[in-house]
């Protein structure tokens, strides 16, 4: 990035640390491979993770002197539904990772947007709250799943949801803090009202009943062993390539596999050979050839099939 931008940026930095009483660990030009679980990407201008309890407030501020100085700012969960340029992200990556935590609210649960879907699972189990065992094992935080609306084993982040606490900084001058009730009929798949708007979303709440322990706890084992023997983590990933087209009739995987394209590779980037729909990194794969991959399986589709694909993993940076 250019001098100035970079003075512009340290600029904001600086005031929101002598404005806010945060610990916050800042990096320059840090390697979004670090952040992402596909492990690519090229570096960001600035990586921000605010830590603790003055999270709220540092972005606040981080986020009004940013738009006032144009400067792009990218929310970053556990970018496990990301595949960052190779060139980078330019501006600043604001990491939710150091907000996190749980509290018992009359309906269920609320969780701090950075807690990660398997802290989340976790609490939820050890407080006998059933509700999330859908989210043990899938990698991201709670932020990252309400802004997917991210969904597994029958269920979905918009049949729990009850409330979301942001901070909208699109539409006002000043960032406002807002609580929103959350309504099913806005979300949809692989949407939810969030995408397209500029809101960081602090908090969500969720309704879940009380139940017996060892039940929940059985069910986030049996999930968790589901992913293990699928294959989820034995390579840098980010899940689901494409999103499963409901009208077509056949998940995704079984379209890519029945034209015999598991395991097709271009570079380091390849059809998982025990997972159509799931593009791993072998090793050293750059972001393009991920990029490559996708669009090729999915000109390939189209052409044996007449099916269009559309990606679910979200490309970000330059
Ligand atoms: C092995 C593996 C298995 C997976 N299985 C599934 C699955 O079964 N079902 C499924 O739905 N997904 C699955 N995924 C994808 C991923 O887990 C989900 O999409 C998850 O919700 C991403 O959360 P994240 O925090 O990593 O979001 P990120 O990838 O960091 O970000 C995704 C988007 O959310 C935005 N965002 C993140 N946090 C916030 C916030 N606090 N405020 C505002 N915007 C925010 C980001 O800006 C970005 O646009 C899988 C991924 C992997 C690696």
Known sequence: MSKTGADKIHQIIDKCRRNCRCEVDIRY???????????VGGPADFWVRP??????????????????????????????????SDKGIRGIVLDTGGW???????EGLIFKSGTTMD??????????FSGLEFLAGMPGTIGGAVWMNARCYGKEIADVLTWTEVIDFGAAAEPEKKRLPADKADFGYKLSPFQGKDFLILNAAFKLDKSDKTKILNEMKKNRNDRKEKGHYSFPCAGSAFKNNRRIGKPTGQIIDELGLKGFSKGGAQIAP?????????????AADIRALIDIVAAEVKKKTGFVLEPEILFVGE
Not at 100 to 106: H, M
Request: with cysteine; hydrophobic share 45%; glycine share 14%.
């Open 29 to 39: 030009d840090e390697s979004m491979q670090d952040h992402t679980t596909f492990k």
């Open 51 to 84: 830590l603790g309890e003055g999270f709220p407030e540092f972005s606040s501020v981080l986020l009004r002197l940013a738009k006032e100085a144009a400067v792009p700012v990218f929310i970053l969960g556990g970018g496990a539904n990301i595949v960052v």
């Open 100 to 106: 996190k935590g749980c509290g018992v609210i009359d």
């Open 119 to 128: 802290e989340a699972a976790d609490c939820a189990a050890d407080l006998s």
């Open 274 to 286: 025990f997972h159509g729909n799931i593009v791993i990194n072998t090793g050293g794969a750059a």
